[in-house]
């Protein structure tokens, strides 16, 4: 059986087994026109013509010729593909199914039944199968001519179903639902979904419906809802009396320069240039109007707009602007046509398209590859995209992050971010992608001050609707100083010039609405980012109806605005404003309720509010359920490789559980809490973090103090790596020792497999490899089926990879070179990025040991592409070290002492004076001299013992008698079992020492 997808996604399968056949955009497309033409034999010519309109007539009949070929050896000879000399066709058989074709026969049927009922139900299976747009991502003529036909039906169905008396209700608010996203500058659309919201009493919902088209209305087109639109919400609203009208929206003055800048970097980036441009000034001069300016010329010729928002309080999911952006609609279609692998990735962080609420994951190289699939998402509908994110100053790292990786992995798309960055607010996240991306050139800077006297009076004008007497247009931009926000607030709150501050001026503003408005406006506040209606109305003391027109007179005042289904308000100093005039005590209430309202309504989604719940608890008095939101919360980061946002509220989860009583209760939970801190810990900064370090010590004494075996051993493994990393090789030992002699000899087999494998590891270091090969094979025994050991790599790669080391040590070369490679081997078999990082690191410390230089080259070269692409930094130290001892010369030297440095920066000081001594090898007498001393002193201070006997060798080729040192080190190997090094240092003395 065949499944060709045609509607929101472009691939050829085959239904009985799942398997892709084919999504070369070509051969789909060919499928296509046959499709869309089913039964009518489309002429060769044609259809060369048509595919192929630069080539020459023989040459396009001979690339279709190719094209069929290559098809038909892909497909096989499908019956639905009839095909001759002259021409193709495409048929409807039983062992084909098309949606196009689907979504046709269904439509034909849906018209054609006499009863409604089955009207209705043919009409459900056609947009059942209408899933997107036809071949998302093509812009050839005959797509677009087909695509808009199609399109067409499907409003046609949405209309049918919606039109039916007696029909499914929760159908008909669908379809309707459906028509907008279709038509979203059709009234019909709007005031269909109104009245049916209405009829099932859904009078909320009718009027934020309304609220939506008017703001859709506006944007789009400048002009207000027709006046049927407006009859429909006055009879919901059952206002008498004339008609109360919105405030007018503020034209766009003063600003033709500016605005003129902006356009020529959108041109710019349109042309091929991608790049953030950076409009920065005061709260209030007008740096989101200048930018929806921009955005409003950019729709007009035909590019994909997107905006998000980040907010200056907590509670929001990370990479929630990238969210917002990708739930565009044009976005959402063009993501269809994705390779489902980069779909998946879209999937983690859009949590309409992840039912089975996804996987969380620790594993920080996956992120370079999600990043990846947002922006193939973000670019992959062929138009021009423009990005708009506000407020950026209140930017999560992670969504700077991702811009910053987006604009490096795509520089030639035709993308701009337009953002906005209010001066004087702190932006801890802000400066760091901005300056790489400043360095890179792609970011665009506008500084936007206040206007002149010229340019307020202007605008004071608009506002007014009047001319300003001379004296009014001086005290206007006295009072004002010329700041847009304060122009337009001061004359909405009153018709003269303003002769009080800015936040007097919003207070009076915020004072004009009704009580109920103005305690709908406090609660609003105190939700501090988009909210409903309903979540409003669940939280409020106001019956419903209440709340409904206090948001509609709130909106019309424009001190709300709808957004994305919800509302906000019109400007961050609004809702300050609000905030600061309701009371601490009826602040914490607020919260308390908002944090009910939240999960009344998100019950079937808590993973969507975690952060918010958090929030709203935590300033609602109720740090128990906050700790655990916050925690849920941090989960769902991890999901996205959100590892800083993670750590964040995972750490305020801890501040509330520290502020509480001492109890076992708390104890328990704070271990708990610190358990999953040490994973984002580690993903973000590493096992050498002191933070990290600080965070796995005090879980150990919880879990002593706790008298709990099983957690204590957790403990320990995790203080093994943050010390061992951190070079306190004895203390780790210690602790791997401590966590053998817990677990027994009764213990479980993974449990007691970890702890050799750390123990093993310390071995090594302390130079006993007779020790560490004997513990590796138990470790290898007892973590066969363990996917991950604690420090999150896999056992059955990091296991051997280390042993190599320690089978060279002992004087057994092939077992090296065999452990090694069977390491590298196993990562390459479970393609896992990450484990064949350290697959090839410590093959390139056992090629480096064993002199192997091909070898060594060949693991260091695939080695720094692998840290290049996926961010891997400290196995990237062992590139940089171990390649320039392989390089030598100046250019070696510089790149291993860069290695050295940058590990010691990280407080990895594992292996020093192994890598000091491959940097003395490269270094000048006198520096190669004061190098090995270190290395000496190293090894000596931190216990890291193993590779001391070939320090001492080296060191003695500076001294002015060899013998002694030389034969010190070879005691040295001898005490150690080190056998590979006792003859290093046997053959520079001349002579062999007895056994």
């Known amino acids: 059986m065949l499944r060709v997808s045609l509607l929101g996604e472009q691939v050829i399968a085959d239904d009985t087994t ?3 056949l084919t999504r070369s955009p070509r051969s789909v497309a060919l499928v296509a026109h046959l499709v869309v033409h089913a039964g009518l034999a489309q002429p060769r010519r044609l259809l060369a013509g048509l595919f192929w309109p630069d080539s020459t007539d023989a040459q396009a009949l001979t690339n279709l010729r190719r094209e069929l070929h290559q098809l038909r050896r892909v497909l096989g000879d499908p019956p639905s593909l009839a095909v001759t000399g002259r021409d193709l066709c495409w048929r409807d058989t039983p062992s084909s199914r098309v949606d196009v074709r689907e979504f046709d026969l269904a439509h034909q049927a849906a018209l054609a039944a006499e009863d409604p009922g089955a009207a209705v139900a043919h009409a459900r299976t056609a947009l059942a199968a209408y899933r997107g747009e036809l071949l998302p991502g093509l812009a050839d003529d005959w797509v677009l001519a087909a695509r808009a036909e199609l399109d067409r039906r499907c409003v046609e169905l949405c209309d049918l179903i919606c039109s039916t008396p007696a029909g499914d209700p929760a159908a008909a608010l ?7 996203r279709l038509r979203p500058l059709e009234e019909t659309g709007y005031r269909t979904l109104m009245g049916l919201q209405a009829d099932a009493g859904d009078r909320a919902g009718a009027v934020s419906t309304y609220h939506r088209c008017a703001s859709v209305l506006e944007r789009e087109l400048g002009v207000v809802p027709a006046e049927p639109t407006r009859a429909a919400l006055r009879r919901l609203l059952a206002r008498p009396g004339p008609e109360v009208r919105r405030a007018a929206a503020t034209a766009l003055v003063g600003r033709a320069a500016e605005l003129a800048r902006l356009g ?22 007008g740096k989101t ?37 990708l739930r565009t609609p044009a976005l959402q279609r063009a993501t269809g046509s994705l390779d489902p692998l980069w779909r998946a990735e879209v999937a983690r962080l859009l949590p309409a398209a992840r039912p089975d609420g996804g996987q969380a994951t620790l594993e920080a190289w996956q992120r370079p590859r999600f990043f990846e699939g947002l922006a193939r998402a ?39 971010v337009a953002a906005t960055l209010r001066e004087g607010t702190p932006a801890p996240g802000v400066p760091s992608w901005t300056a790489q991306l400043r360095d890179d050139g792609r970011l665009t800077e506008l500084p936007l001050g206040p206007f002149d006297a010229g340019g307020t009076a202007l605008l004071g004008e608009a506002v007014a609707g009047r001319p300003l007497t001379a004296s009014d247009r001086e005290v206007l931009h006295a009072a004002t100083g010329g700041y847009p926000l304060f122009v337009v607030e001061a004359l909405r709150a009153g018709d003269a010039p303003p002769t009080e501050s800015l936040g007097a001026v919003l207070r009076a503003r915020l004072a004009q609405p ?21 979540l409003l109305t669940e939280a409020s003391d106001l019956d419903a109806d209440t709340v409904v027109d206090a948001v509609d007179e709130l909106w019309r005042r424009r001190i709300l605005r709808e957004v994305g289904g919800g509302y906000d308000f019109t400007h961050d100093l609004l809702r300050e404003a609000a905030y600061q005039q309701v009371s601490p005590p009826r602040r914490w209430l607020l919260h308390r309720r908002l944090a009910q309202g939240l999960e009344l309504l998100h019950a079937d989604d808590a993973d969507a509010v975690a952060a918010q719940l958090a929030e709203q608890y935590a300033r609602g008095g109720r740090p128990d359920r906050a700790v655990t939101s916050y925690r849920r919360a941090a989960a769902v980061a991890t999901r996205t490789f959100a590892h800083a946002e993670a750590i964040r509220l995972l750490e305020a989860a801890l501040a509330l559980v520290r502020a509480r009583p001492a109890s076992g209760t708390r104890d328990r939970t704070e271990h708990a809490v610190l358990d999953e801190l040490a994973g984002p810990l580690n993903a973000r900064h590493g096992y050498s973090s002191p933070q990290l370090q600080q965070t796995v010590e005090r879980a150990l004494v919880l879990a002593e103090a706790a008298g709990d075996p099983a957690a204590t051993v957790t403990a320990l493994l995790a203080v093994f790596s943050s010390r061992f990393v951190q070079g306190r090789t004895a203390q780790a030992h210690e602790v791997a020792e401590r966590a053998l002699e817990l677990l027994g000899p009764d213990a479980a087999a993974a449990e007691t497999g970890t702890a050799h494998f750390a123990y093993a590891g310390s071995s090594v270091s302390l130079g006993r490899p007779a020790a560490a090969v004997r513990h ?33 040590l002992l004087g057994d070369d092939d077992a090296a070179v065999a452990s090694a490679a069977e390491a590298v081997a196993r990562a390459r078999a479970v393609d896992d990025p990450y484990s064949l990082a350290i697959g090839l690191a410590y093959a390139g410390v056992t090629h480096q040991m064993r002199r192997d230089g091909p070898a060594l080259w060949a693991a260091v070269s695939e080695l720094h592409a692998l840290c290049d692409r996926y961010g891997f930094a400290y196995y990237r130290e062992w590139a940089l070290v171990l390649g320039g001892w392989s390089r030598g010369g100046a250019a070696g030297l510089a790149a291993a002492q860069e290695g ?30 004061a190098t090995l001393d270190a290395a000496l002193a190293a090894g000596e201070a931190r216990d890291d013992r193993w590779w001391l006997p070939e320090v001492l060798r080296l060191r003695a080729a500076h001294d002015a008698d060899p013998v002694p040192r030389l034969r010190a080190a070879a005691e040295l190997a001898r005490a150690q079992g080190s056998v590979a090094l006792r003859r290093r240092a046997e053959a520079d003395l001349g002579v062999r020492l007895p056994s």
């Open 289 to 325: 109007r200048l930018v929806t300016e921009l955005a409003g010329l950019a729709r007009a010729e035909g590019a994909v707009v997107a905006t998000g928002r980040c907010f200056g309080s907590a509670g929001r999911l990370p990479l929630a602007p990238v969210a917002d952006w």
């Open 264 to 285: 020529e970097r959108w041109h710019a980036a349109a042309a091929g240039r991608a790049g953030v441009v950076l409009v920065r000034g005061d709260p209030g001069v």
């Open 18 to 20: 799942g398997t892709v």
């Open 514 to 534: 009704g009580p109920a408005a103005r305690e709908v406006a406090g609660l609003a506040a105190a939700a501090g980012r988009d909210f409903t209606l309903e």
């Open 776 to 808: 590796f094979a138990l470790a290898a025994a007892r973590t066969r089926d363990l996917p991950r050991l604690p420090v999150g790599t896999r056992p059955d790669v990091h296991g051997p990879a280390w042993a190599a080391h320690a089978h060279w």
């Open 378 to 416: 973000l670019t992959a509908g062929g138009r021009p995209v423009l990005l708009v994110l506000d407020n950026v100053q209140w930017c999560d790292e992670e969504t700077g992050a991702f811009l910053a990786f987006c604009l490096g992995l795509l520089p030639d798309a035709p993308l701009l």
């Open 900 to 929: 050295v440095a940058n590990l010691k920066a990280e407080g990895s000081f594992a292996r020093m004076p192994y890598w000091l001594a491959l940097v003395a090898e490269l270094a000048e007498p006198a520096a190669a001299r």
């Open 174 to 180: 669908a379809a309707a639902r459906r028509r907008i």
